[in-house]
Structures are given as C-alpha cells and as structure tokens.
C-alpha cells in the first residue's frame, strides 16, 4: 500500500506527504482533546462532556463557567503542554543520540531540575514561584553540564548518554543528601513535588509553557530535515550540506529548554519522554524523528494517565508521575527485553 504522496504547488514547491503519519497524528490529537474534556468533566462535581463542550464555547452556567474555566481548564491545558513538550523533547533526544534510551529520564536532566527545585525548598523555603525558578535553572545547568562533559570535537550520542548516566548519578545523590537535611514539613513538601502532579496548576503555569512551545516548538519542526540526514551519519549529512555541530547543538538547546519548563511546570512526570517518541514511531511505522507524532503522543499519553488517576482510583487519588512511573518502567522492561534480543545492547 502506497502511503507517501506528493503534493505540488505553483512555482515548482512539492511537499511529500506521509499519509499513515498525517492520521496518526489526526487521531493523536482527537484523543488528547477526547481525553482532555473527558477529563475537565472530571471531579466531585461532574460535568456530562456536552455541558463543557457548551461551557467552553461560551454558554455555560455561572457556576460551569467558573469551575471550568478557572478550576479545571487550566489543569487539562498544563498536562498538554508537558506532555507535548515532554513527547518532543524525548524525540530529540533520542534523534541527536540514536538511542532508544536517550531521553530526559536517562540522561539526568529530570533529576537536574529536581535538585533545582529542592535547593529552593529545603534551603530557602521558597513559594510556589521561586521553586519552579529553581527547578528551571536547575534542569538549564544541567543540560549544560551535560554538554560540557560530553563535547570532544562534538557531542556525539553514546558519550551523551553514557555521561547523562553519570551525571543522574550524582545529581540523584544530591537530591538525597538534600531531603536528609532537611525538616519535616520540607521534606513533605518536596516529596511531593518530585513525584510530578497536576494538581492545583493553574494560568500562572499555563502562560510560561505556552509562550515556550509557541517559539520552540515551529523552530523545531523546521529543523526536522537537517536531523533526518543526521540520523543517517555525520559524514553523510555533512556531504548533504548540514551543518551537523550547529543544528545539534540547537536542537540540543530546544529540547533542553522543553524539557526543563516541563518539568518546572508539573514536576518530573517521569517516562513519558521515553515511551512517547517510541510508540509514536511504532504507530507510524516511518524512519526518522517523527517530531510532530511525539509531540502529539505525549500530550495524549499525560492527560490520559491524569484522567485514570483521577477515576480509576477512586478517592485515592494518585499523582500523575505515579501511574506514568508504573507504565513507563513496565515499557522500560519491555524496551531492554526486546533490544537486548535483537542484540542492540
């Protein structure tokens, strides 16, 4: 079955079209937006899914406007935003380094801006606001570190992920040593945070994602050609007339960046920059990074896992970063199982 075509335009522009891809993506985005007002509709007062339909539009009740626009869409719009900023940045990651394991989880950056964030509370009792400061700076420093350890003419992909393992090393040894010392109520609080929760988000965290990804996420997709030849070797992408150190280092930054205000926004929400790039390209069964079905993915994936917690667990209701930890790792397993048999690792 043929699923590419070409689309020509005047003035000799032609665009080839992968078809398979374009639906996956269109059913991607049904279900996020499914799962999104499914999800508004959710808590201890529900919502039939017409009435938030009618309520976003405009002509909801008083009562239907105030709890959904102020009290739930905020939460449903932040848990796109991660997981798309997550789903994406994962993609490039996995790209640049050519490895399946070669995600935020792996490499530390998760784990960077943990310690961000628990420098502020256990040392400065932050608000709400200089926390997720300090887990931005903290994921940004980490990404550099990252950076600086692995360039040797470049920043190739093993070394990238063998010193991202380092690094989640000692950066997870310092975010212990950091709830050791401090107090209880500090502790509590970190804790939870690190879990990786959408609970209580609202437009303040709303605003900062969305004017991230709006600059980001159309500077990404543009670079997506000049990965794809990279993804067949630096020589060759060299001969093709990419500029491999540049593109990689920029695409290094912007994923970085989306990964760090994903993780300040919500916490680390663990494995879904893993799992969502890898399950976007099983569903398209397409070569390449296959940016925009990631994205598409990792929004999907987290506000589907928020929806579950919220309902299947009934009054004991989980954090987010709880069931995408349960499902990553069982994917995790899965992942090492079968590369292992096919000797890859």
């Known amino acids: 079955m043929k699923t590419n075509r070409v689309l020509r335009a005047p003035g000799g522009i032609s665009l080839r079209l992968d078809v398979r891809a374009v639906t996956v993506v269109v059913l991607l985005l049904l279900a996020a937006l499914t799962a999104g007002v499914a999800l508004i509709g959710t808590g201890d007062f529900p919502i039939p899914a017409g009435d938030v339909l009618k309520t976003l539009l405009g002509n909801g009740s008083a009562g239907q406007e105030f709890i959904v626009n102020e009290l739930r869409l905020p939460r449903v719009l932040v848990g796109l935003l991660v997981g798309a900023s997550l789903g994406l940045g994962g993609a490039l990651f996995q790209a640049v380094t050519r490895n399946p394991l070669g995600s935020p989880d792996v490499l530390g950056l998760g784990q960077g801006a943990t310690a961000g964030a628990l420098t502020v509370i256990v040392l400065f009792s932050g608000s709400a606001a200089q926390v997720t400061l300090g887990a931005l ?29 380092g690094v989640s090393a000692v950066v997870t040894a310092v975010n212990g040593y950091l709830l050791t010392v401090s107090d209880i109520v500090d502790a509590a609080r970190a804790v939870v945070w690190m879990t990786g929760s959408l609970d209580g988000r609202d437009w303040d965290q709303v605003r900062p994602l969305l004017a991230v ?31 491999v150190e540049r593109v990689r280092a920029l695409l290094l930054v912007a994923a970085v960046l989306l990964t760090a205000t994903a993780t300040a926004a919500a916490g680390p929400v663990a494995f879904v920059a ?9 569903l398209t069964r397409s070569p390449g990074p296959n940016l925009l079905p990631s994205l598409c993915m990792g929004a999907t994936l987290l506000v589907t896992a928020d929806w579950a917690a919220q309902r299947v667990f009934g009054a004991d209701r989980l954090p987010v970063g709880v069931v995408t930890g349960v499902l990553g790792g069982a994917y995790l397993l899965w992942l090492l199982v079968s590369e292992r048999r096919a000797g890859r690792i």
């Open 137 to 165: 700076v903290g994921g940004l420093a980490t990404g550099l570190a990252l950076h600086l350890l692995a360039w040797k003419r470049g920043v190739h992909g093993y070394r990238l992920v063998l010193v991202g393992v």
């Open 213 to 243: 990804c709006a600059v980001l996420v159309p500077l990404v997709l543009a670079g997506a050609r000049g990965l794809r030849m990279m993804e067949m070797g630096d020589d060759v992408a060299n001969a093709l007339g990419v500029r």
């Open 274 to 282: 893993l799992t969502a790039p890898q399950l976007a390209r099983r």
